[in-house]
């Protein structure tokens, strides 16, 4: 069997609204893909704790079951937004949070849609799961059986005074550097 698929949301995202990319890229690649059961509130508690390790064990255990399941032990990871920067900290050689995850031995890919990796700043963003990442891990995994990919693209445009999804945009964005009309 080929590599299993695992997709990791983004921030306060509801995991069912990654099932569509899931059955895409199933289809695209005819390997198995799933997502990471994440709600809001596992969001919401990781960024009041300053601490995502409740994120990175449902990722792991979504990882294990995969392996179980699906009789596979390669795994690529599409982590979009945050999601891409929690899949940094899986794959990473140094314990995060105090704990070791077996991300680095199980991925062979590493792809991260639209994430949050640095500002223009640097990589000290006042936003603790890339401050954490980038400490960690900066650049791309030091293993070097895992290829990665990061993806950018240009979907809505920061603005502080705009409609509601530019606005969100620009709040979201602003740790990382964001001037107003930045996609």
């Given at each position: ?24 890229l199933e289809d695209l690649t ?154």
């Amino acid at each position: 069997m080929g590599a299993a698929i695992i997709v990791v949301g983004g921030f306060n995202s509801i995991w069912p609204v990654y099932l569509r990319l899931a059955r895409h890229l199933e289809d695209l690649t005819g390997n198995p893909c799933v997502a990471v059961p994440l709600m809001p509130h596992q969001w919401q508690q990781a960024a009041r704790q300053q601490d995502a390790t409740t994120i990175l064990e449902r990722l792991e255990r979504t990882v294990a079951w995969a392996g179980r399941r699906l009789g596979t032990e390669r795994i690529v990871l599409v982590g979009h937004s945050a999601g891409g920067v929690i899949c940094r900290l899986y794959v990473c050689d140094l314990p995060v949070w105090g704990q070791q995850y077996a991300g680095r031995c199980q991925v062979n890919w590493l792809i991260t849609l639209g994430s949050p990796h640095c500002s223009e700043r640097g990589t000290e963003t006042g936003w603790f799961l890339t401050d954490e990442a980038n400490r960690l891990a900066p650049g791309a995994p030091r293993e070097v059986r895992i290829r990665c990919r990061a993806i950018a693209g240009k979907s809505v445009a920061s603005r502080q005074e705009g409609n509601w999804g530019e606005r969100r945009a620009y709040h979201s964005y602003r740790f990382f550097g964001a001037q107003p009309q930045d996609w």
